[in-house]
């Protein structure tokens, strides 16, 4: 979806650059503010409780009920209709440089560490196209690396069975949300890279997926020759973790038996 909150975007334009919310009214429950906080309207663990107010003024007001706003409830109902077949899901706002995964409240879904490969891999693509000026980015559970927030659209596709449910944050170049239109085209450029790395990723865990039945876990995506390779590691919590596997055992009976040293294999946490 290009644009998810078009009201609020025209609004932008006219009366408030850096307007945040939808531009909805409601009479009979408040009657001078208006809108409500579209990333904090998602059916979620502790809504309306984490990284929101119940104030309807603030900027983080999540407001009355989950999906009380027509562009949260038609993204539910996208997601619901078509989540069998979605394997990524993406939030793209700004600013930060970051490619975070859920849960917004610290915890972490059961596949962790496969989303912190593919965010790390997004990650990566983008940095190798980057500017000189700007940050590198950094990867991990959008609780524990930015803040804790409940109600995102993140958590909510992750938790109806969307594999892959991230948040992008764009660079700013030092501007915040006001980013000087010098730089625009290459934002759009560099993101593209890390979304087509992204997508590739998870196109590999989903032919692993939905091939003949194995009980192998992929954990490289370089085993497939589209995927992209990550050149650059830009998270900052940990990136790689080193495990020994015992190698074949060779038994030569009846008495002797040789055992070959462990090997080192490399994967991602």
């Known amino acids: 979806m290009p644009l998810l909150n078009p009201d609020g975007y025209e609004y932008s334009h006219t009366t408030d650059r850096l307007w945040r919310k939808t531009r909805s009214y409601r009479p009979d429950f408040n009657d001078t503010c208006w809108g409500v906080d579209g990333n904090r309207n998602y059916d979620s663990v502790n809504f309306g409780v984490i990284g929101a107010s119940i104030d309807p003024c603030n900027v983080t007001y999540p407001g009355p ?28 706002h700004s600013f930060g440089n970051y490619i975070t995964y859920g849960y917004g409240d610290g915890t972490l879904p059961p596949n ?3 989303l912190h490969l593919m965010s790390s891999v997004m990650g990566s693509a983008i940095d190798v196209h980057k500017l000189p000026e700007a940050a590198f980015y950094r990867v991990g559970n959008s ?38 239109p010098q730089y625009i085209n290459h934002i759009n ?47 900052y919590s940990p990136t790689e973790t080193t495990t020994y596997l015992p190698t074949e055992t060779t038994t030569n009976p009846p008495t002797e038996t040789t055992t070959n040293p462990p090997t080192e294999t490399t994967t991602y946490s």
Do not use: N
Request: hydrophobic share 35%.
């Open 189 to 235: 450029e560099e993101t593209w890279q890390g979304i087509a790395a992204s997508a590739r990723v998870a196109r590999t865990f989903y032919k692993a997926r939905t091939s003949a039945p194995t009980t192998d876990r992929p954990t490289d995506p370089s085993t497939d020759s589209s995927t992209y390779e990550p050149t650059k590691s830009t998270t």
């Open 112 to 114: 962790v560490v496969e």
């Open 143 to 180: 609780g524990i690396l930015m803040y804790p927030t409940a109600g995102c659209a993140q958590d909510y596709a992750q938790s109806i069975g969307v594999p892959f449910s991230l948040t992008l944050e764009l660079p700013s170049y030092g501007q915040r949300f006001e980013v000087s």
């Open 65 to 92: 009920e989950p999906f009380s706003e027509v562009e949260t409830a038609y993204v539910r109902d996208v997601l619901l209709e078509h989540v069998d077949r979605i394997q990524l899901f993406m939030d793209v």
